[in-house]
């Protein structure tokens, strides 16, 4: 784990490393001045010398002017480093998420995973500041003031230290315990926001059916867990540093009893007594660091931990060395296809079906038939177990998922629109598309004049999720995508059921045009739409009931026709 946090210090070595040097400096400052008091009380004021006085106030003042420039120094680059590095994390963790499979995203919170990328990468960011910055301020304050302590009196030394073993002892004693505090903390943080995330989400719905107060109770269920578990994390914490402290006042305790005995009985100077009172004040300084430190490595380290869960998911799979599917004419085979969910539902067995490239093929029946779970395993949205599907004759396994999904346009029944303009939304499909192809994909869509007609036109705002847009508007920019995209192949599942009959005629007319000279793969439960595809397939949970064109199922009497009355 640390070498793998480690790493993410290399692009920034240098200004790392200026930052220790900072932190030696700055602590070696710190080191001159009791000995200068030292000798101020010793020698300067008994024999009044004061040109010596002067001197050492001047110098006293310069370094005292060099420390703020290299405290400035550290408070600001130190935190640069930490906000880059969170930064690096961050693009790194969200690249990887846009290579995780679909499976993923079913399994996981959306509100617990921006937890992770936000709330724990922030603190992470502090233990990369911090945390080195501290560790080195108080090695060298901690060697470098025993050294001293030594040369002023080495019995009162040996007597101090007589007691670290034992705090020691008690902070390794509770780092356990506050890992797994803090570790707690964490997970109920994430599912705080997941519950917030998915009630904001749904606060239409909420609204509509007058459920404010099951939204209220849920929500604080879920805000009471966590109150719970950072209670107790801030309990293990209270414990830790209610001793740690303890242990730091008796040091200071036993440095000024001994040290008074010691000057009483003659075998130290007031001077040197002063110096080194200064020294254990500076030696017990680096120790309530390191005691900070520890509460920041937990928290940083926790948070790192949970960062790393997500790297360590496995991304979806390519065969070394993969084939780039090109000049795609759209033949499509299904060959003995299963899958089964991570739940273990079966969906699809044993399941064959070819289509021809420029062929529409449409497929019908009821729910949890595995129409749409066929649909995502075209491109691999979701890996298939068993049977295989090849384009064009190549194993879509063996073809590289950027060129197949190039080459496959997929309009789903739950539009997803991005915050933003609708052009926006529309360019996702064609990032260097001209403003001209644009316009052209939207007037084929139906949905060119709608978006002439709004104040800000192709720029206008739609809000988180494309809320200010009705339900067909919406389903026309994501149509408008594909006429954007211009693939090869083409899968609309329920493409058309959020419009009303006239834009869905006039849509049809367009999904018709586009469609020519293309592979078709259309999922629909409203059947005037498919009634000119070249092939109807009926899927139900047990496989294929029946295929054939419109008038041929009609005739048959089967279930299609069941279903068309």
């Known amino acids: 784990m640390i070498k793998d946090f480690i790493k993410y210090y290399a692009p920034y070595k240098k200004l790392f490393f200026l930052d220790l040097l900072a932190a030696f400096l700055f602590s070696a400052c710190n080191l001159v001045y009791p000995m200068i008091t ?21 110098t006293l003042v310069v370094i005292f002017i060099f420390k703020a420039i290299l405290n400035h120094f550290m408070q600001y680059w130190g935190h640069v480093v930490g906000v880059r590095m969170q930064g690096d994390m961050r693009s790194y963790v969200f690249t990887h998420l846009q290579k995780l499979p679909n499976s993923y995203f079913d399994n996981n919170k959306t509100g617990v995973t921006m937890s992770r990328i936000i709330n724990d990468l922030m603190e992470v960011s502090e233990l990369a500041h911090h945390g080195p910055e501290d560790l080195f301020i108080s090695g060298v304050m901690l060697i470098g003031s025993f050294f001293i302590l030594l040369n002023i009196n080495v ?13 020691i002892w008690f902070a390794i004693a509770q780092r356990k315990r506050m890992n797994k505090a803090f570790m707690e903390t964490r997970v109920k943080t994430g599912d705080v926001n997941a519950t917030l995330e998915n009630s904001i989400a749904g606060m239409k719905v909420t609204k509509s059916f007058c459920n404010e107060y099951e939204e209220l109770k849920k929500f604080n269920s879920s805000n009471n867990v966590f109150k719970v578990a950072r209670e107790s994390a801030y309990k293990v914490m209270a414990d830790y540093f209610s001793g740690m402290n303890l242990f730091m006042d008796i040091l200071e305790l036993i440095a000024l009893i001994a040290g008074g005995y010691f000057a009483y009985i003659g075998k130290i100077t007031l001077g040197d007594f002063t110096a080194y009172l200064l020294y254990v004040k500076m030696f017990i300084e680096p120790i309530k660091k390191l005691i900070n430190f520890t509460e920041q490595y937990q928290s940083g380290m926790t948070g790192f931990e949970r960062f790393m869960e997500i790297v360590n ?26 899958f089964t969910y991570e739940d273990k539902k079966e969906v699809l067995k044993g399941l064959n079906l070819n289509i021809e490239a420029g062929k529409t093929v449409a ?23 068993q049977g295989d599907i090849k384009i064009d004759g190549i194993s ?26 609708i052009k ?11 403003d001209k192809e644009i316009i052209e994909a939207a007037k084929k869509a139906r949905i060119h004049e709608f978006i002439e007609s709004l104040p800000e036109g192709y720029d206008t705002y739609i809000g988180e999720r494309g809320v200010k847009l009705s339900g067909g508007q919406k389903q026309r920019i994501s149509i408008s995508r594909i006429f954007l995209k211009n693939p090869p192949i083409i899968i609309l599942d329920e493409a058309t059921s959020a419009l ?17 000279d293309r592979t078709n793969l259309v999922v629909a439960h409203r059947l005037s739409t498919i009634r000119n595809a070249d092939e109807i397939v009926v899927l139900t949970d047990s496989g294929i009931a029946e295929r054939g064109t419109h008038d041929e199922l009609i005739s048959k009497g089967g279930v299609y026709s069941k279903l068309h009355k």
């Not at 080459?407 to 739950?414: A, E, L, S």
């Open 38 to 58: 030292r000798d101020i009380m010793n020698d300067v004021v008994p024999n009044k010398d004061l040109r010596m006085l002067m001197i050492f106030g001047i």
């Open 155 to 167: 019995s009162l030394t040996l007597i101090i230290f007589a007691i670290l073993p034992l705090l």
């Open 313 to 338: 998911e496995d991304t979806e799979k390519e065969v070394e060395n993969p084939i780039e599917l090109k000049d795609v004419k759209g033949n499509i085979n299904i060959e003995n296809i299963s």
């Open 363 to 385: 497929l019908v029946g009821p729910s949890g038939g595995g129409k749409t779970t066929l649909c995502s395993l075209i491109p691999r949205f979701y890996e298939f177990e």
């Open 396 to 421: 879509v396994k063996d073809v590289s998922l950027k060129s197949l999904r190039k080459n496959i346009g997929v309009v789903q029944q739950d539009v997803f629109l991005f915050t933003g303009t």
């Open 424 to 434: 926006d939304n529309i360019i996702c499909a064609k990032p260097d598309a001209s």
């Open 500 to 516: 009303d009959n006239v834009t869905e005629r006039e849509i049809q007319a367009s999904l018709e045009e586009l469609s020519k």
